[in-house]
């Protein structure tokens, strides 16, 4: 990806640099790009048997199937599913996922810039596993989002300048999990109301500044393919508050896309490396958003498929898809469009 990411303060010495040099003149400086591509992958699950995997095969090995995909993209994100690190003290729950650190180097090598590490794993290892997965994935040159050492860094927005374009993602998380106080190490909480206020004021005071706003969220119920009362609502105040995409993970299911208000839900993108032996488990989706002129021009689902070849995914084929997406879509309207290798996702008809 490049160096596309400025914290507040040194895009704010930009705008001000800008400003004050206005009387200058930039030929060096040159219009946007017509078109930018971002990648979208569900739930990454690098620990336990998919990790058995990573030290028999290499640390690329999960990826060498959608690598040329996700390296194509402007800007590639996924949910990172586990923590990172040497930590060996758990929390007393049944499911505890830890990573080994030279996963980075199979994130880096896929092309993978950044990941939301709000969700229900991020404090398996308790704090020191969040503070240490955040401090590894920074050094390695991975942006983590949505989690830190306290309630700022939960809800720092991250910027990315790309082709003359501000994007700011939010990875929030709404699991009930994952927080123990505002000056506890965690991450984002939208289930409690302070949480979900703090994310939508966000939203609102960066999209009338000119961001092209992005949440990524971990919500829902597990093993569901249609989106809980509490997703939807959830998601539409997201977009009313000027989100212009919504991505969502954690039901380890694929989920419908959603059209309204002039941006667009994706529910859920299902699993895109685990070690879940069920058949839905290993279907999921990587989501291609074109954005042309700081509009979102087009939504594309590209299937994959890990029932082949475990924790690896590939591209599954689009035609023999495009019945079960379509149905996941109905409750919306959402027309589903095969295409070569993806399904393309249209709005209502009467829209």
């Known amino acids: 990806m490049g160096n596309r990411t400025f914290t507040f303060a040194r895009g704010g010495l930009l705008i001000a640099c800008l400003f004050l040099s206005s009387a200058l003149s930039f030929p060096q400086w040159f219009a946007p790009a017509d078109t930018i591509t971002l990648i979208f992958g569900g ?3 690098l620990a336990r048997n998919v990790g058995k995997a990573i030290r028999q095969y290499g640390v690329n090995y999960p990826f060498e199937g959608i690598a040329d995909i996700l390296r194509r993209a402007d800007l590639a994100v996924v949910n990172l599913e586990t923590t990172v690190g040497t930590q060996t003290r758990a929390v007393n729950k049944k499911y505890v996922f830890r990573a080994d650190p030279a996963v980075r180097k199979g994130l880096l090598w896929a092309g993978i810039d950044a990941v939301s590490l709000a ?6 290892y308790f704090s020191a596993g969040v503070v240490e997965t955040v401090d590894s994935l920074k050094f390695a040159g991975i942006i983590p989002m949505g989690a830190g050492a306290n309630w700022t860094e939960f809800f720092r927005p991250q910027s990315f300048w790309i082709k003359g374009h501000w994007f700011v ?3 929030l998380n709404d ?12 991450c984002a909480p939208t289930w409690i109301p302070e949480g979900e206020s703090t994310a939508v004021a966000l939203i609102e005071a960066l999209a009338q500044i000119g961001a092209n706003v992005i949440v990524f969220e971990h919500w829902g119920w597990e093993y569901q393919q249609y989106p809980s009362r509490r997703q939807r609502e959830l998601a539409h105040k997201f977009i009313d508050a000027g989100a212009k995409v919504v991505v969502g993970s954690h039901p380890h299911r694929l989920q419908g ?13 299902g699993n895109l490396i685990f070690d879940q032996h069920d058949t839905l488990g290993n279907i999921g989706a990587l989501a291609k958003i074109t954005f042309c002129d700081d509009f979102v021009n087009s939504v594309e689902l590209i299937p994959i498929q890990t029932l082949k070849k475990f924790a690896q995914p590939h591209l599954a084929d689009a035609d023999s898809l495009a019945g079960y997406f ?26």
């Open 326 to 351: 379509s149905c996941l879509c109905e409750p919306f309207g959402t027309r589903i469009i095969p295409a070569e290798k993806s399904l393309e996702c249209l709005p209502p008809e009467d829209e």
């Open 119 to 124: 969700n229900n794993h991020i404090f398996d």
């Open 257 to 269: 896309v959603e059209f309204y208000h002039g941006g667009v839900v994706i529910y859920s993108l």
């Open 169 to 171: 993602i939010l990875a």
């Open 43 to 45: 739930d990454v699950m």
């Open 175 to 186: 699991t009930k999990s994952g927080y123990w106080g505002k000056e506890h190490p965690g």
